[in-house]
C-alpha cells in the first residue's frame, strides 16, 4: 500500500525565509503533484514531476526517485504564502492521487 | 481562476437527503477527477472520468455516484448522507488522456454540510 508522509506538519517562518517542506512516499511511483490550498479552501497546483528538479518564480522542487522523497523549497518566503501544502503521489495509468497529509505554513512578517 | 466551475459553492442538508454536485471541466479537457476533503481524512480521490467514461476508482462509498455527460461536465450524487459526508468536494480537470494525471486543475469546491 503507497502512503505518503508530509514533514512537519506545521511550520512557521519569518518573512524572508528559505523554506522546506519534505514528502516521503513508499512505493515506486510515475509522478509526483504538489498542491498549494489557501484558508479560503481553494487548490492550486503547483508542480508536477517524475524526475530532478523544476523551478517556479520562488518555489523550488525536486525529487529523488530512488530515495522515495520529495522537497518542496520557497525562498525569501512572504507572508502570502502562508497556506498548506500538499505532496500527492500517482503511479500506475490511471488518474489515481494519494495524498499526504499536508504542511500547514504560516509566514510572519 | 483554474477555468474549472463547481456548483453549488455550498450545500446545507439533513441526513438521509440526496445531493447533486456539478462539475464544468477547463475548456479541452477530457479528464475529470473528484476528491473528497474531510478534517479527519484529508483529501481522498474518488472517481476519474476520461471522455464519458469511468477510468479510475478510488475510496467511493456505494451511496455515491458519479457521471461523465457528452459535454464533458460531471456530476457527483450523494445519496442517503450521513454526517460523516460533511465535507469539501473538489472536482479537477486535465488534458490527461489517462496514462498520468498530467497538471491539475481544481474548482473551488463544493462544501456540504449534512445537518
Redesign the interface.
Known amino acids: 500500500k503507497n502512503e505518503v508522509e508530509q514533514s512537519p506538519q506545521n511550520l512557521t517562518a519569518q518573512e524572508g525565509e528559505f523554506i522546506t517542506i519534505n514528502c516521503s512516499y513508499s512505493v515506486g511511483i510515475?509522478?509526483l503533484?504538489w498542491?498549494q490550498q489557501h484558508p479560503g479552501?481553494?487548490?492550486?497546483?503547483l508542480f508536477?514531476l517524475s524526475s530532478g528538479k523544476k523551478k517556479h518564480g520562488r518555489l523550488i522542487a525536486t525529487i529523488n526517485i530512488q530515495e522515495k522523497h520529495s522537497s518542496l523549497h520557497i525562498t525569501a518566503s512572504h507572508p502570502r504564502d502562508s497556506a498548506v501544502y500538499?505532496c500527492?503521489s500517482?503511479s500506475g495509468?490511471?488518474?489515481?492521487?494519494?495524498?499526504?497529509?499536508?504542511t500547514t505554513l504560516q509566514v510572519k512578517p | 481562476d483554474?477555468g474549472v466551475t463547481q456548483t453549488p459553492k455550498h450545500l446545507i442538508t439533513a441526513t438521509g437527503q440526496r445531493v447533486t454536485l456539478r462539475c464544468s471541466p477547463r475548456s479541452g479537457d477530457l479528464?475529470v477527477?473528484w476528491y473528497q476533503q474531510s478534517l479527519d481524512q484529508?483529501?481522498?480521490?474518488l472517481i476519474?472520468y476520461?471522455n464519458g467514461e469511468e477510468?479510475?476508482k478510488?475510496n467511493i462509498l456505494e451511496r455515491f455516484s458519479a457521471q461523465q455527460f457528452p459535454d464533458l461536465h460531471s456530476e457527483l450524487n450523494l445519496s442517503s448522507l450521513e454526517l460523516g459526508d460533511s465535507a469539501?468536494y473538489?472536482c479537477?480537470s486535465?488534458l490527461?488522456t489517462?496514462?498520468?494525471?498530467?497538471?491539475?486543475?481544481?474548482g473551488?469546491?463544493s462544501?456540504l454540510t449534512v445537518l
Not at chain 1, 495509468?93 to 499536508?102: A, E, P, R, S, V
Not at chain 2, 489517462?98 to 481544481?106: A, S
Open positions: 510515475s509522478a503533484h498542491l479552501g481553494g487548490i492550486v497546483s508536477m500538499i500527492a500517482h495509468n490511471t488518474g489515481k492521487l494519494i495524498f499526504g497529509q499536508g | 483554474s479528464s477527477y484529508g483529501l481522498q480521490f476519474q476520461y477510468r479510475a478510488g469539501l473538489f479537477a486535465s490527461s489517462g496514462g498520468d494525471t498530467g497538471e491539475l486543475f481544481f473551488e469546491g462544501r
